[in-house]
């Protein structure tokens, strides 16, 4: 799932409006979609500031959403019990990042644009001080200016 809504974390909100062009643009770029707009749909219970706050966000910078009471809910979400729920926000151009292969996708453009990637496990990097160089689980030693470590999905 990807979305604009972090509750006031503005700079994440920032960040996913960004990186949601970016997934589109690299699919459209490659003919092959990895971002499936289908819509977010955070719910919940009055009061709650979280929710609140997302809509505040999203309102302030123009990123497009709804605010839906229980009973406009009911209407277009049928599927959804929301005895419940009092009201939600639906984020209608977030959506599904298919994860594997948009990685997949990167790693091959990050190599056809020059970039040295290395698919391989590092030892972990010391907690301090400025890093140089890693080493690989195999005994590899790699220096670079800067480091990229992707350790989640």
Known sequence: MIRCGYGADEIYSRFARKSIAQW????QRLNSPVFQQVG????????DTRI???????????????????HELTKRFPQFFTGDVDWAV??????????????????QEMGRSGLDVI??????????????????????????????FACGP
């Open 90 to 107: 639906y984020e209608p151009e977030s959506g599904a990042l298919m994860a594997r292969r948009s990685v997949q996708m990167l790693v």
């Open 119 to 148: 698919l391989e496990p590092v030892a972990r990097p010391p907690r301090e001080g400025h890093l140089n160089s890693v080493k690989t689980v195999s005994g590899k030693t790699i220096s670079a200016g800067s480091f990229v």
């Open 24 to 27: 589109k643009e690299l699919g």
């Open 40 to 47: 977010v749909l955070w719910l919940g219970r009055k009061p």
């Open 52 to 70: 609140s706050a997302t809509a505040e966000v999203l309102t302030k910078l123009d990123i497009r959403h709804e605010t839906l009471n229980q």
